[in-house]
């Protein structure tokens, strides 16, 4: 079955706790992304990657960071969560010029 | 202002009236389009793509594109009130950089 698989899909965590959450998918897609949805906010994007080792800033990458070793595989890393990254997160992936695909969701809360 | 612009709602509509949805973008080089629906705390669906002007239609849904006036709706006939969601409007730039930016959503709610 075609998919991208999130993990964990919740994460209560503390200030300052280093924290991957990891994404992959099984489609063979050159694009993949990191977006967070804050109430009122919709879907902002954080980082996305063209392909292996070529990575690029969305309108929010403050604080987070992101790798892209493998095609099928584009973790996003939080050095040092704050508060304020309390958020709901999904990765996506797609072929040039083509839908998204999500994945399931991971809700964080930082405390 | 946004690359991709929505009003935030809620639309209001009675069951088994027509939903429209508007959405503009302001990069011209954009080549295809979608709207996605997102139910409260799940991952947005695809419901309609669109690549070139006119109108595409897939059952209740219709989606209509116009890329001088970059302007692309979503009409959603005989609504249900399983289709009370958000709608998210998406842009997708093309070429190599192919980087697919979202509106941030329109309410919709169908009340009986």
């Known amino acids: 079955e075609a998919q991208v698989t999130q993990n964990p899909r919740y994460l209560i965590t503390v200030t300052g706790k280093k924290l991957t959450v990891t994404c992959s998918q099984n489609m063979n897609h050159e694009y993949m992304s990191w977006y967070r949805q804050d109430p009122g906010l919709g879907l902002r994007q954080i980082y996305y990657?063209?392909?292996?080792?070529?990575?690029d800033k969305g309108d929010v990458p403050e604080g987070y960071k992101v790798s892209r070793k493998e095609k099928r595989n584009f973790p996003l890393i939080l050095e040092s969560p704050s508060p304020n990254q309390t958020s709901l997160y999904f990765c996506a992936s797609w072929r040039v010029n083509t839908e998204a695909f999500f994945g399931q969701g991971t809700r964080l809360t930082v405390v | 202002q946004k690359e991709v612009e929505q009003n935030s709602g809620p639309l209001s509509v009675p069951e088994g009236a027509i939903a429209s949805l508007n959405c503009t973008y302001s990069d011209r080089v954009s080549q295809s389009f979608f709207w996605y629906r997102q139910y409260s705390g799940k991952s947005p669906e695809l419901i309609m793509s669109?690549?070139?002007?006119g109108d595409k239609e897939d059952g209740r849904f219709t989606a209509q594109l116009n890329k001088a006036s970059q302007y692309v709706s979503l009409l959603i006939r005989d609504s249900q009130p399983s289709d009370s969601a958000t709608y998210l409007c998406?842009?997708?730039?093309?070429?190599?950089?192919?980087?697919?930016?979202f509106g941030s959503g329109t309410r919709l709610s169908i009340r009986p």
């Open positions: 998406a842009v997708n730039r093309g070429s190599s950089a192919s980087k697919i930016i």
């Open positions: 990657s063209m392909n292996v080792e070529v990575t």
């Open positions: 669109i690549y070139s002007n």
